[in-house]
């Protein structure tokens, strides 16, 4: 058993890590939220705050790296403190890829043509499916802020529901590219767009399922989220 | 895999004062088991039920069955009991009089083997077992007291294998050791579960996170929890053993 002083440590070691995770997701949620605004009004001043907060967001995740591994070393932790300490770790490297995917939202902000404002039915989807995703990451953040492993329960659910939408999207997308109602560099765009939000939406499922693991200890059956990405569209 | 010591519903008095209730516990045969738990929660006392030390202190008094291979040790003669599980100590004790070699074949003489290359027989395995041998093989003639903390310690484990026990017991082996001493005794009670059942008691959580395959949980008397020591430390079902081995009680 810890003595005081080193419980003591440990705890403050704890609520660090805590405040500086908290941080982190506010970050990588904020980086998604101004991307998808900077797409859906093709604001490239919104685009370049993203890649601003996409460097917090990476300098903030070597840190809790660092941290992590220094709670570890230092205090050989147990029990649900080990739990917090490793699910930590595994979910910086989510949000980190959630920063960077706004990241890369912001930079195909910048390489639309204003002129492509002919997609709007392409970009009225891609909202309704960031909403869902922004919506999934939310949730996962929430769930970890506050030790709710139930609210994540299934969350695998609704990332299916964002699945689905994103096999419609590229169809929807691959057919009018066919018939020559959208442009290819345009349709092409809004395929990687497409592929970022279902990308994200992965990596929430993974901080889901994480916390579940973190407060609960349970591991969830689950699927990677590399091979869910593989699905080929229907 | 088999139980090789099952207790059921053991209880132990010292006077009036039962130090502990009722404990039911399997220790698994060719494996480590170890038992935490705060100071006075009665793991010590608790394995020296199992080799009916305690029944050696006076006003004590033991309820319950021990079973050893489905034997009750409570139905052999004590002196038997204790060869077939031998038990080693937190602090080292080797006879201060005795050179090396006659430490270690002390059980065996006590036990009537008189010829000298049995004993030398016994003495060299033992001291090899106990990792101890290349370091003294050109001393044995010294006195066991002239040892080092951990050599002595080790020379006790030789002692305890010498006379083939089923079951070795250890209570707080590494107490008094440094770091160094503690692994090469760990490193030990690894390679001894491939023939031996040992059980042993420690505060220190990460010695019986090393070294263990199972861990039980005692607190005031009580057996709170036992089970996968990887599943006792990392996702511990009990609330009382999350907060004793996280440092959060009191």
């Not at chain 1, 080193?6 to 997701?25: F, I, S, W």
């Not at chain 1, 009225?124 to 922004?134: G, S, V």
């Not at chain 1, 590229?170 to 939000?197: D, Q, W």
Request: hydrophobic residues 40%; contains cysteine.
């Amino acid at each position: 058993m810890p003595q005081a002083a080193e419980r003591k440590a440990l705890a403050k070691g704890l609520e660090k890590l805590n405040e500086n995770m908290v941080t982190l997701a506010e970050l990588s949620e904020l980086a998604i939220r101004k991307a998808i605004d900077s797409l859906t009004r093709l604001d490239g001043e919104v685009a370049r705050e993203v890649f601003t907060i996409d460097q917090e967001v990476y300098g903030l995740q070597l840190e809790i790296e660092h941290n992590c591994v220094d709670l570890i070393a230092l205090h050989a932790p147990v029990a649900r403190d080990l739990r917090t300490i490793t699910t930590s770790l595994k979910i910086t490297t989510d949000l980190d890829r959630i920063g960077r995917y706004a990241k890369d939202l912001g930079e195909l902000t910048l390489q639309f043509n204003p002129s492509a404002r002919g997609a709007e039915p392409e970009l009225k989807r891609i909202r309704e499916m960031a909403d869902r995703t922004i919506q999934m990451v939310d949730t996962a953040i929430d769930a970890f802020v506050k030790h709710d492993a139930e609210s994540v329960r299934n969350i695998m659910q609704v990332d299916d529901d964002v699945d689905r939408m994103h096999d419609e999207n590229f169809n929807e997308l691959v057919r009018r590219m066919t018939e020559g109602s959208l442009k290819i560099e345009t349709g092409a765009r809004y395929i990687l767009v497409n592929r970022y939000l279902e990308r994200i939406a992965d990596h929430a499922v993974n901080i889901g399922m994480r916390v579940v693991y973190m407060v609960t200890g349970d591991w969830l059956p689950r699927e990677r989220a590399a091979d869910r990405a593989k699905r080929i569209p229907k | 895999m088999a139980a090789k010591i099952h207790t059921d519903k053991v209880s132990a008095w010292y006077g009036p004062k039962r130090a502990i209730e009722d404990i039911t516990l399997d220790f698994e045969e060719h494996a480590v088991s170890a038992i935490i738990g705060p100071s006075g929660c009665g793991k010590s006392t608790l394995i020296r039920c199992l080799n009916r030390m305690h029944e050696t202190i006076p006003k004590t008094r033991v309820e319950g069955k021990v079973l050893l291979s489905g034997e009750d040790i409570y139905g052999l003669p004590a002196v038997t009991v204790r060869r077939r599980i031998g038990m080693v100590f937190q602090k080292a004790n080797p006879f201060p009089t005795m050179s090396i070699y006659e430490n270690v074949a002390a059980g065996l003489r006590l036990n009537g083997e008189r010829n000298r290359d049995r004993l030398d027989t016994a003495v060299l395995e033992s001291l090899k077992q106990a990792a101890l041998w290349d370091e003294v093989k050109d001393s044995l003639e010294k006195s066991g007291a002239s040892l080092s903390g951990g050599q002595q310690q080790r020379l006790c484990i030789a002692r305890a294998l010498a006379v083939r026990p089923e079951v070795l017991l250890m209570d707080e082996p590494c107490a008094a050791l440094d770091p160094i001493a503690t692994a090469k005794i760990e490193d030990l009670i690894f390679d001894l579960k491939k023939d031996y059942t040992v059980v042993i008691v420690t505060h220190n959580m990460q010695q019986a996170a090393r070294v263990a395959e199972t861990t039980a949980f005692m607190y005031l008397g009580h057996l709170i929890e036992v089970g996968p020591t990887r599943e006792l430390f990392e996702r511990p079902k009990e609330t009382l053993t999350e907060s004793y081995i996280t440092g959060r009680f009191g």
